[in-house]
C-alpha cells in the first residue's frame, strides 16, 4: 500500500478531530493534527461532547489523565460519534497499571462502538486478556505473540487495534500491516504516543472506509517525518520542533522514498 495518498487525503479534507485527551500531551496532539493538516478541537465537558462529536471526522479518546468524570463524558462523545458514524479511536494510555484504569477502559468499550484501539504492547496485551503489567504508561516485556495478540483483539471487539513500538503492528480481522519507520529519539519526547492516536484520528477521519490501512499510513507518515527531524537535531526539545516542522513540510517523494510498510 501507499501512503501518501491517505497524506493528501488529510490535507484535502482537513478532518475536525475532536479529542477528549491527555492533559500531560493535550497541546502536542492538538499541534500534531494542525501539522498535518487536520483541524483538531478540544472540548472534554459533558456539556458540549456529544454536539462537537457531532460536528467532527473523528474521535479521539485517551485515558492517560482520567477521571472517573472525565470517562462519563467519553463515553457521552462516543454515543454520540456512534450516532454520526464518525471513527472512535481510543488511546488505552496506561492500561495494566491499575485495575481502576483497566475499569474504565473496558468500560468505555463495552459502552460504545470503539473502532480503533491503539497502545503499546503491554497495554494491548492487557485489553486483550493477558496477564501483563504496564509500567506506568511505559511498555513492558510481553512474551506473546504481538501479531496473534492483535488480530484476536481485532475480531473479538470488531475492529481495528494498532500496537506502537519499534515495529508497529495494525491489524483489523483480515488484514495485517507491519510499519517500520521512526526513530529511537521518539521515546525520549514526552507525548509522541499520544500524538500517535491524534495522527491516527486525523487519517481515519478522513479516509474512513479503509481504517486499518489509514491507521498504518498515518503512522508511517508520522514516523517518516521523525526520521527526517532527527537529522536536523541535537536532543528531545529541538527534534520535537523540527518533528512539527517535517510533518508540515513532508513531501510526496520523502513518503514514497522512505516508507516501511509491509503485510
Same mark, same amino acid.
Given at each position: 500500500m501507499k501512503a501518501y495518498p =491517505? %497524506? *493528501?487525503?488529510?490535507? @484535502?479534507? /482537513? &478532518?475536525?478531530?475532536?479529542? %477528549?485527551?491527555?492533559?500531560?500531551?493535550?497541546?502536542? $496532539?492538538?499541534?500534531?493534527?494542525?501539522?498535518f493538516g487536520a483541524s483538531p478541537v478540544m472540548a472534554h465537558a459533558p456539556e458540549e461532547a456529544a454536539d462537537m462529536a457531532g460536528i467532527a471526522s473523528a474521535l479521539v479518546l485517551n485515558i492517560g489523565t482520567l477521571t472517573t468524570e472525565f470517562v462519563e463524558s467519553m463515553k457521552i462523545a462516543?454515543?454520540? +460519534?456512534?450516532?454520526?458514524? !464518525?471513527?472512535?479511536?481510543l488511546d488505552? $494510555? @496506561?492500561?495494566?497499571?491499575? &485495575?481502576? #484504569?483497566?475499569?474504565?477502559?473496558?468500560?468505555?468499550?463495552?459502552? +460504545?462502538?470503539?473502532?480503533?484501539?491503539?497502545g503499546n504492547s503491554s497495554e494491548i496485551a492487557r485489553i486483550a486478556g493477558r496477564d501483563v503489567r504496564t509500567r506506568g504508561v511505559d +511498555?513492558? *516485556?510481553?512474551?506473546?505473540?504481538? #501479531?496473534? !495478540?492483535? /488480530?484476536s483483539l481485532a475480531k473479538a471487539r470488531t475492529c481495528s487495534v494498532v500496537i506502537t513500538g519499534k515495529e508497529d503492528i495494525v491489524a483489523d480481522a483480515k488484514?495485517? =500491516?507491519?510499519?517500520?519507520? @521512526?526513530? @529511537?529519539?521518539?521515546?525520549?519526547v514526552v507525548g509522541t504516543g499520544c500524538m500517535a492516536a491524534s495522527v491516527i484520528g486525523a487519517f481515519a477521519g478522513a479516509s474512513p472506509d479503509d481504517l486499518t490501512a489509514a491507521a498504518a499510513?498515518?503512522?508511517? $507518515?508520522?514516523? !517518516?517525518?521523525a526520521e527526517l +527531524?532527527?537529522?536536523?537535531?541535537?536532543? &528531545?526539545?529541538?527534534f520535537k520542533s523540527h518533528l512539527f516542522d517535517s510533518i508540515y513540510r513532508l513531501e510526496k517523494k520523502d513518503v514514497e522514498a522512505m516508507q516501511k510498510i509491509t503485510t
Amino acid at each position: 500500500m501507499k501512503a501518501y495518498p =491517505y %497524506l *493528501e487525503a488529510v490535507r @484535502g479534507k /482537513s &478532518p475536525v478531530v475532536h479529542h %477528549l485527551t491527555n492533559w500531560v500531551t493535550i497541546y502536542d $496532539c492538538a499541534q500534531v493534527v494542525k501539522s498535518f493538516g487536520a483541524s483538531p478541537v478540544m472540548a472534554h465537558a459533558p456539556e458540549e461532547a456529544a454536539d462537537m462529536a457531532g460536528i467532527a471526522s473523528a474521535l479521539v479518546l485517551n485515558i492517560g489523565t482520567l477521571t472517573t468524570e472525565f470517562v462519563e463524558s467519553m463515553k457521552i462523545a462516543a454515543k454520540a +460519534a456512534n450516532n454520526k458514524g !464518525i471513527p472512535v479511536v481510543l488511546d488505552v $494510555c @496506561g492500561a495494566g497499571a491499575t &485495575p481502576f #484504569r483497566d475499569r474504565k477502559s473496558f468500560e468505555i468499550l463495552d459502552s +460504545a462502538k470503539v473502532d480503533i484501539i491503539k497502545g503499546n504492547s503491554s497495554e494491548i496485551a492487557r485489553i486483550a486478556g493477558r496477564d501483563v503489567r504496564t509500567r506506568g504508561v511505559d +511498555a513492558t *516485556e510481553v512474551s506473546h505473540d504481538l #501479531r496473534e !495478540i492483535a /488480530s484476536s483483539l481485532a475480531k473479538a471487539r470488531t475492529c481495528s487495534v494498532v500496537i506502537t513500538g519499534k515495529e508497529d503492528i495494525v491489524a483489523d480481522a483480515k488484514a495485517l =500491516y507491519l510499519v517500520g519507520n @521512526g526513530h @529511537g529519539m521518539m521515546s525520549h519526547v514526552v507525548g509522541t504516543g499520544c500524538m500517535a492516536a491524534s495522527v491516527i484520528g486525523a487519517f481515519a477521519g478522513a479516509s474512513p472506509d479503509d481504517l486499518t490501512a489509514a491507521a498504518a499510513a498515518g503512522l508511517a $507518515c508520522y514516523e !517518516i517525518a521523525a526520521e527526517l +527531524a532527527v537529522t536536523l537535531s541535537s536532543g &528531545p526539545a529541538s527534534f520535537k520542533s523540527h518533528l512539527f516542522d517535517s510533518i508540515y513540510r513532508l513531501e510526496k517523494k520523502d513518503v514514497e522514498a522512505m516508507q516501511k510498510i509491509t503485510t
